[in-house]
């Protein structure tokens, strides 16, 4: 385990950093750097050094503060779904054209993945597998179409 241990004093750090660019609480950011290097360490034996395990770490990492943001996030999600049941649309006729238009900006790749996933209701390994592309590359692709999507949409604000 010596190679974690030089691994945890190296990139502990920058992993803290990340998990506070996601999250707003200092508590999970710790939390999400613990489950990462707790990953890190399970699957130590398994990594293969040329397949970049800083990348897998920081990819870790990343996925371990999501996933806490979620779960916090959930409650509040749902609440805020019966609130506005009763409040109409959720999305006007300028909020639904900029969206169309920001799709039809996108690169094609991008736009594929965002209807397979939020159109289709498939998960991100079954558009791997449908896609025939790694899943992980799916769910880096979908960030980032998601993260573009959502630039184009505010400049037409």
């Known amino acids: 385990m010596e190679g974690v241990a030089s691994f945890f004093d ?3 750090s920058a992993v803290l950093r990340l998990c506070q660019q996601l999250l707003s609480s200092e508590p999970d950011a710790e939390d999400a750097r613990q489950e990462a290097f ?5 699957h130590w034996g398994r990594l293969n050094p040329d397949s970049n395990p800083v990348g897998w770490l920081f990819r870790t990492a990343a996925n371990a503060a999501l996933k806490i943001r979620n779960r916090r996030a ?5 609440a805020d779904a019966e609130d506005r049941l009763d409040s109409g649309p959720v999305l006007d006729g300028d909020d639904r054209r900029n969206i169309a238009a920001a799709m039809r900006a996108l690169p094609r790749e ?5 209807q397979e996933r939020f159109h289709k209701g498939r998960t991100p390994a079954e558009i791997a597998r449908r896609l025939r592309i790694p899943p992980g590359r799916v769910r880096v692709q979908l ?3 998601l993260r573009l999507l959502r630039e184009l949409v505010r400049g037409m604000s």
């Open 10 to 12: 190296r990139y502990s």
């Open 38 to 42: 707790l990953q890190l360490q399970r």
């Open 74 to 78: 959930a409650p509040t999600l749902a």
């Open 110 to 114: 991008y736009r594929t993945l965002i």
């Open 143 to 145: 960030c980032r179409a």
